[in-house]
């Protein structure tokens, strides 16, 4: 890659559309670890089963949520969002949408005792849906997603990657 590291550690920070299906390839090949891992100042989450990735973020809005600001910010993170799902299409066909609001009440019941299994149980305090692909042969899926924390917090483009199983319990929360 051609972009520079940044305080992300020891990943670069991509700088365009190919380095961000770069890193994602990248993480694709990546074991998932036994045990729940942050790396890369933050960059990257690992958990038995998953990887969470952030491909791009914006600035953050400690200093107020103006229009002129945000505006142009969620325009910049969607138009990438729409590249890298363009090329991760135009590679393994259309994806499906994951409804993520529903993970959102798992464990609430005071009979359920589950939690919402990862990545969802992040994701899904960040964003609605997600856009998933399954990789053929790998037993993975691959989804994206824009997401943003609170109003102050910087706007998101997220890469998911998750074992199939995870996937088939979301379609029952559906």
């Known amino acids: 890659m051609t972009s ?3 305080d992300r550690g020891s990943l670069p920070t991509p700088t365009t559309t190919a380095e961000r299906v770069a890193l994602v390839d990248h993480v694709l090949a990546l ?8 790396e890369d100042s933050g960059v990257r989450s690992s958990g038995p089963g998953h990887h969470l ?11 107020g949520r103006h229009e002129e600001t945000a505006e142009p910010a969620e325009e910049e993170i969607e138009a990438e969002f729409s590249a890298v799902a363009t090329v ?6 259309d994806p499906e949408t994951v409804d993520l609001w529903p993970w959102l009440t798992v464990g609430e019941d005071a009979e359920d005792s589950l939690a919402a299994p990862e990545p969802f149980g992040q994701l899904c305090n960040l964003a609605g849906s ?3 692909w399954r990789i053929p042969g790998t037993g993975r899926w691959l989804g994206l997603t824009v997401g943003q924390a609170d109003p102050e917090f910087p706007i998101w483009l997220l890469a998911a990657v998750g074992e199939n199983g995870v996937l088939e319990d979301s379609g029952r929360r559906r």
Not at 31 to 38: I, L, R, T, Y
Not at 53 to 63: G, H, K, P, Q
Not at 88 to 93: A, E, F, I, K, V
């Open 88 to 93: 991760l299409t135009d590679r393994w066909g």
């Open 53 to 63: 990735l952030i491909l791009r973020a914006s600035e953050d809005f400690w200093d």
């Open 4 to 6: 520079e590291t940044s």
């Open 130 to 132: 997600m856009q998933i």
């Open 31 to 38: 074991p998932f670890p036994q045990g729940d891992e942050v």
